[in-house]
């Protein structure tokens, strides 16, 4: 029997999201744009890891950041 898969924490920084829609097409679960044209996060917690990874990374404006909720640890970006 496998682990289960950490439980993770998707913020965005709406001041600096620009509205490429890039993450929303990489992470469609966690990620949308809002009626201002910005990312949100859709849910709470999520344990899609790549997808989240992903998204943070090919931000252009690094307006994501992805942390393990059991310990606040930074997941994405790591630089
Ligand atoms: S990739 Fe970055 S700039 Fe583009 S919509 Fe997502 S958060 Fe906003």
Redesign the pocket.
Known sequence: MSAAEPELIVT??RT?????????GTAPDD?E?GPDG??RALRPASTARDELTE?AE???????TVHFAHSGEQVAPLY
């Open positions: 965005v920084d600096r999201c620009v509205g490429t829609g890039a993450c929303t990620l744009l910005r990312a998204a090919m931000c252009p404006v690094e307006a994501i």
